[in-house]
């Protein structure tokens, strides 16, 4: 985490010209990440900041007040990004980060990925490599803008964490953003699909609506 706060300040200061950066608040009826739910279907109320550098080079944060499953897991997550991003031609692009996603009250449950992502056209790869024996995990998604909208289906697998298959597995997902005057709406369904245990299966819908400010 030393490193990743050594890099995020130095990416921050090294350059004084931002192409664009962003403030992004949401409200969301449920926290999802990876196909599993991380609020027990409750709503969330999250916020990232975003950096754009126009030599490549991007940063971020976030925090949202999920994962409050029981009064021992953690109440809020935080977390950071910083990396670099190369575009070879308007639809061809390739993107290195890396990320640290913190539980200020649950310190155990902290990890660490690198992502790589490969973008072209409607169409995006991203693979995240854990640290410190966290699982790897990918991803392949698509989207399409049409007028204000934008449908999207993803598809994600992960490896288990230190050889438990109870959790881990496969997700899939698709849905529509529609943006309206400064708001997005965002609607869609999620299917988990457990490696182990079959009772830790999951779907839903989940809503959100989330506001963009520039700066």
Same mark, same amino acid.
């Given at each position: 985490?030393? #490193?990743?706060?050594?890099?995020?300040?130095?990416?921050?200061?090294?350059?004084?010209?931002?192409?664009?950066?962003?403030?992004?608040? *949401?409200?969301?009826?449920?926290?999802?990440?990876?196909?599993?739910?991380?609020?027990?279907?409750? +709503?969330?109320?999250?916020?990232?900041?975003?950096?754009?550098?126009?030599?490549?080079?991007?940063?971020?944060?976030?925090?949202?007040?999920?994962?409050?499953?029981?009064? *021992?897991? +953690?109440?809020?997550?935080?977390?950071?990004?910083?990396?670099?991003?190369?575009?070879?031609?308007?639809?061809?692009?390739?993107?290195?980060?890396?990320?640290?996603?913190?539980? +200020?009250?649950?310190?155990?449950?902290?990890?660490?990925?690198?992502?790589?992502?490969?973008?072209?056209?409607?169409?995006? #790869?991203?693979?995240?490599?854990?640290?410190?024996?966290? +699982?790897?995990?990918?991803?392949?998604?698509?989207?399409?803008?049409?007028?204000?909208?934008?449908?999207?289906? *993803?598809?994600?697998?992960?490896?288990?964490?230190?050889?438990?298959?109870?959790?881990?597995?496969?997700?899939?997902?698709?849905?529509?953003? *529609?943006?309206?005057?400064?708001?997005?709406?965002?609607?869609?369904?999620?299917?988990?699909?457990?490696?182990?245990?079959?009772?830790?299966?999951?779907?839903?819908?989940?809503?959100?609506?989330?506001?963009?400010?520039?700066?």
């Amino acid at each position: 985490m030393k #490193i990743f706060i050594k890099l995020f300040i130095l990416l921050l200061f090294h350059s004084a010209t931002f192409s664009e950066n962003e403030i992004n608040l *949401s409200i969301n009826s449920d926290s999802i990440w990876r196909g599993i739910t991380q609020n027990n279907g409750e +709503p969330t109320i999250g916020a990232d900041i975003n950096f754009s550098l126009e030599n490549g080079f991007f940063s971020g944060a976030w925090i949202e007040n999920c994962c409050s499953e029981t009064s *021992s897991y +953690p109440t809020r997550e935080i977390g950071f990004f910083a990396g670099y991003e190369k575009s070879f031609t308007e639809n061809l692009a390739i993107s290195f980060n890396y990320i640290g996603t913190n539980y +200020p009250n649950s310190k155990i449950d902290n990890y660490d990925e690198i992502e790589l992502n490969f973008s072209f056209y409607d169409f995006e #790869i991203s693979y995240f490599k854990g640290l410190d024996d966290f +699982p790897d995990y990918y991803e392949l998604s698509y989207s399409y803008d049409f007028l204000n909208n934008s449908v999207f289906f *993803s598809y994600g697998d992960f490896d288990s964490y230190k050889n438990d298959n109870t959790s881990n597995g496969s997700n899939y997902s698709f849905g529509i953003d *529609s943006l309206v005057k400064d708001f997005t709406f965002s609607f869609f369904y999620y299917h988990f699909n457990a490696n182990g245990l079959r009772d830790m299966d999951d779907d839903g819908v989940v809503f959100s609506i989330s506001k963009k400010t520039f700066f």
